[in-house]
């Protein structure tokens, strides 16, 4: 339920349909001092989710210029 109530939040609905990651292969991601997985893509943003300190489960879109893949050893999530 998380995730189509953020496909209705993209910012660009022009921009395509959202190709979602399989569950077993989401990239760790890092997104400014956000790290989380990506679940979605776009052409110019991606979805990703994360916990907060909270344990509150967030998802949100960033444009694709602000994220960045990262190594396991360099990923600091939840």
Same mark, same amino acid.
């Given at each position: 339920?998380?995730?189509?109530?953020?496909?209705?939040?993209?910012?660009?609905?022009?921009?395509?349909? *959202?190709?979602?990651?399989?569950?077993?292969?989401? *990239?760790?991601?890092?997104?400014?001092?956000?790290?989380?997985?990506?679940?979605?893509?776009?052409?110019?943003?991606g979805l990703i989710?994360?916990?907060?300190?909270?344990?509150?489960?967030?998802?949100?879109?960033?444009?694709?210029?602000?994220?960045?893949?990262?190594e396991r050893k360099d990923w600091?999530?939840?």
């Amino acid at each position: 339920m998380d995730i189509i109530s953020a496909e209705e939040r993209h910012p660009d609905r022009t921009d395509g349909e *959202p190709r979602r990651f399989p569950i077993w292969d989401k *990239p760790l991601v890092k997104a400014g001092d956000l790290y989380g997985h990506a679940v979605e893509y776009t052409r110019s943003y991606g979805l990703i989710e994360w916990y907060e300190l909270d344990r509150t489960y967030r998802l949100e879109w960033f444009p694709a210029a602000q994220i960045e893949r990262v190594e396991r050893k360099d990923w600091h999530g939840m």
